[in-house]
């Protein structure tokens, strides 16, 4: 039987296995600094959505609320770093992930 694919909230510990998911957003990059990365998770406003196959992180997102002082002051959000592993693509795992 095929494991449940699930969304969730990624947090620190899932650091190792977005960091090497992003190698097929932009492969090559540099990895970040721990300083980076620990700034990036803790930055309020800024959640990062991970789709599981099982205990495979297999698509990723990120959302940043904005702050705003027009429309009474309501937040909006963008939505960045949208990537799939390359092995699970054409299935509607970025969608899904969105």
Known sequence: MKPAVAIRDLGAGDVDALLALYEHLNAG??????EAV??????????HFGLFDGDR????????????????????????????????????????IV
């Open 29 to 34: 990059d540099a990895p970040p600094s721990q």
């Open 38 to 47: 620990l700034a990036v998770f803790s930055h309020p406003g800024l959640r």
């Open 57 to 96: 992180l297999i698509a990723s997102c990120n959302l940043a609320a904005i702050p705003n002082l027009t429309r009474g002051g309501t937040s909006y959000g963008v939505i960045e770093n949208v990537v799939t592993h390359a092995d699970h693509r054409g299935q509607g795992h970025g969608l899904a």
